[in-house]
């Protein structure tokens, strides 16, 4: 079981990106999908989930209404939308796979964890 998260990059103030994970070695689409993101310093925090079969999404106070989470379960792969980007996302995200449950913002009950992209924006 592999999920390969790509996307990152340095983008300015204002700006966006689209973060994708795909995963193999498996078929995810019972399970919910969700993105982490870690800043230096800083602990692991959750930014959103998609359940199984994106009925159910959750979203951090912190990026709603400026981040889109989506799943393409015919390509195995979950999307990051990050649009108005702050400084403040500035964190390497980890994409992640739950084998139980709607979707959780809780990393510990992830199975699962991609290696991680790294997002720069600068002000």
């Known amino acids: 079981v592999q999920l390969q998260a790509s996307g990152g990059g340095l983008v300015q103030a204002g700006g966006s990106l689209r973060l994708s994970c795909a995963a193999s070695?498996?078929?995810?689409?019972?399970?919910?999908m969700g993105w982490f993101r870690q800043a230096p310093g800083k602990e692991r925090e959750f930014v959103a989930v998609?359940?199984?079969?994106?009925?159910?999404?959750n979203y951090a106070d912190s990026v709603k209404g400026r981040f889109t989470i989506s799943r393409d379960n015919a390509k195995n792969t979950v999307y990051l939308q990050m649009n108005s980007l702050k400084p403040e996302d500035t964190a390497i995200y980890y994409c992640?796979?739950?084998?139980?449950?709607?979707?959780?913002?809780?990393?510990?009950?992830?199975?699962?964890w991609g290696q991680g992209t790294l997002v720069t924006v600068s002000s």
């Open positions: 998609i359940s199984g079969m994106g009925g159910s999404l």
């Open positions: 992640a796979v739950a084998r139980y449950g709607l979707g959780s913002r809780s990393w510990r009950d992830y199975d699962y």
């Open positions: 070695g498996h078929t995810f689409s019972g399970y919910a």
